[in-house]
């Protein structure tokens, strides 16, 4: 949250999801990560954001509701990953049915076709 992403390219793997929560013995602070996805969009020049749907649901019913448009990936039982065409983050689940996370949701200012191998 403190870092200055002005002109930056940023590229979060999996974080942004953690910001805010009480893991790792820090204190839960409702809101963070979307003021971090706040931060980071008008600041960076560039920005890639992932996160694994249904861990951060905090996270994902503020973007919902603020009308921020995922693109969401989802994996099938042989692990197969399509894209998620017309379906809300609230469709998939952590941890269910497959371990770990079924549907990874990217934000991003890119031009990224997500499409390939369709």
Known sequence: ??????????VSIST??????????H?????????LYQKIKKESKNYLISFPV????????VLT?????????????NNNWSLAKGQP???????SPYNAGNA?????????DFTFGE
Not at 1 to 10: E, K, M, R, S
């Open 54 to 61: 249904g861990y951060n649901r905090e996270l994902e019913e």
């Open 27 to 35: 204190k839960e602070e409702c809101g963070k990560a979307w003021d």
């Open 104 to 112: 990874v949701a990217f934000l991003t200012n890119l031009d990224i």
């Open 1 to 10: 949250i403190d870092v200055d992403y002005t002109g930056a390219n940023v």
């Open 65 to 77: 509701d603020n009308g921020v448009v995922c693109i969401i990936m989802k994996r099938d039982e």
């Open 16 to 25: 942004i999801e953690h910001v805010g929560t009480n893991e790792y013995g």
């Open 89 to 95: 983050l609230s469709d998939f689940h952590y941890n």
